[in-house]
């Protein structure tokens, strides 16, 4: 009914449509998280604006963490450790190869030195994880990128017969043959192609690759924040727990990978039985997760596990670059499909209005005709009494006019229609009501008249 809320629940995902500027913060989000409860949130606030206005409200319904390397708003950070891995988990390798994918890139002009330095990456992941429980001490991000870029050194010795030799000593082959010794079969299996002698030139390739897609561990708050003990994410399975990622926009091309890798750790831990639901909202979906593994062969699948995700776009063509003929998927696995304010291109608005279907209609048409002719006549003739002539004209005009009807399939919502959407409004998708269209309003948070709207801080850029 107009002017009553509208209520979801579904457990499936949802996908959520607006250009930057469209309110989803004020109209949507700060809602979600000032009303939210019973379950966990892991929210990407990339600028810092929801965590500093909500965390206060969060602390009502659930525990609430801060991944926020660069202290924005002056917010702390509990840190987060993609190498604090258990190597006796049983689902370690897996937790490997899924943290490698996140930090890795591929590229198809350079796939084969992505994916060799992938599998480096995972084997002196996991060795980092078992050096730092045999040395009690924290696993680190950065010691792993340490290993990666090391340089083989050679000492030079004497055998036994005094002859002159050079002995191996430290380096990324050193590593690599150390961890073939000791690391397990699996970890072995990694690292093993890249200390055979003859493919040197090539594992000076490989390591260049690691060297250049670990780069942004050097940031000196990046390291310190990836040294911490950092959130513990398999806490969002047992109890109420919010989570708010920050990095400055600024900063999330140099650190993509970043946050890639902490949706790919959550998604690792959130993969396991637990009471508490999750929702895992990723705004700036294009330039925060991007084509990630995980998340894509995860996305049919994680309903069972109680979460939910709602990737945060701002167009149809931003799914397409991610994910080319595929990326209707989203649209078709999620519970909810959402679009707040006008679309800002000519592919989204056509997608939208054929998602709202077809209705027939009634088209008039009107035949007009005027028609006018004109006719001149003479004669004459000679008899034998005389001579005789005669002259005539004539004239005529039909006029007539018909009025028809006919009906005509037309789209519910054409394309113009939906790029002159007003600010505020919006449209939903559900899956079971076919192409019905479920038109809505969302007012801006400061709009409504509810008791949590006076506990909202205000935002910080906007001063006051």
């Not at 490997?96 to 994916?115: N, P, Q, R």
Request: proline share 5%; with cysteine; charged share 20%.
């Amino acid at each position: 009914m107009p002017g009553m809320p509208l209520y979801s629940d579904t457990e499936r995902h949802i996908l959520m449509l607006g250009l930057n500027g469209a309110g989803k913060s004020t109209r949507f989000l700060i809602e979600l998280l000032a009303t939210a409860s019973n379950r966990s949130l892991l929210v990407f606030d990339l600028k810092g604006e929801l965590a500093y206005q909500t965390a206060d409200l969060r602390r009502r319904y659930s525990d609430v963490y801060f991944i926020n390397p660069h202290r924005q708003h002056g917010l702390p950070s509990d840190g987060f450790n993609p190498a604090k891995l258990d190597p006796d988990d049983p689902l370690f390798f897996s937790q490997l190869t899924d943290i490698g994918a996140a930090a890795i890139d591929f590229s198809e002009k350079d796939k084969h030195w992505d994916e060799s330095a992938q599998s480096l990456f995972e084997g002196f992941l996991g060795w980092e994880a078992i050096l730092a429980r045999r040395e009690r001490r924290l696993p680190s991000l950065a010691n792993v990128r340490r290993m990666l870029c090391e340089p083989d050194e050679y000492e030079v010795t004497r055998d036994a017969r005094g002859r002159r030799q050079e002995v191996l000593v430290r380096g990324v082959t050193f590593t690599a043959q150390r961890i073939i010794a000791e690391g397990g079969y699996s970890l072995a299996g990694l690292v093993g192609r890249f200390v055979r002698k003859h493919g040197l030139n090539e594992l000076s390739g490989i390591q260049s690759t690691a060297d250049t897609q670990t780069k942004w561990v050097l940031d000196p708050m990046m390291a310190a924040d990836l040294a911490k003990p950092g959130v513990d994410f398999n806490a969002m399975r047992t109890r109420p727990t919010t989570i708010y990622v920050m990095i400055h926009p600024m900063e999330l091309r140099k650190n993509k990978r970043w946050t890639r890798l902490i949706t790919s750790a959550a998604l690792c831990a959130l993969m396991q039985p637990g009471a508490v639901r999750t929702l895992m909202v990723l705004d700036e979906f294009y330039a925060s997760v991007g084509n990630l593994p995980i998340l894509n062969d995860v996305w049919a699948l994680v309903r069972g596990y109680g979460i939910q995700i709602m990737p945060i776009v701002q167009s149809v063509l931003q799914l397409q670059a991610l994910y080319k003929e595929e990326w209707e998927n989203y649209a078709a696995q999620a519970g909810l499909v959402m679009s707040l304010g006008p679309a800002g291109d000519n592919p989204t608005a056509e997608w939208m209005s054929k998602q709202c279907g077809v209705t027939t209609i009634l088209k008039a048409s009107l035949n007009e005709s005027d028609g006018f002719n004109i006719g001149d006549g003479t004669g004459s003739g000679t008899t034998t009494t005389g001579i005789s002539s005669n002259s005539n004209q004539n004239s005529g005009r039909n006029r007539g006019a018909a009025m028809n009807w006919q009906q005509a399939e037309s789209r519910v919502l054409r394309p113009q229609d939906i790029k002159n959407i007003r600010a505020g409004h919006g449209l939903a998708w559900v899956p079971g009501l076919g192409t019905r269209t479920i038109p809505y309003f969302a007012p801006n948070y400061f709009r409504r008249n509810a008791p949590w709207v006076r506990e909202v801080r205000q935002n910080p850029f906007r001063g006051g």
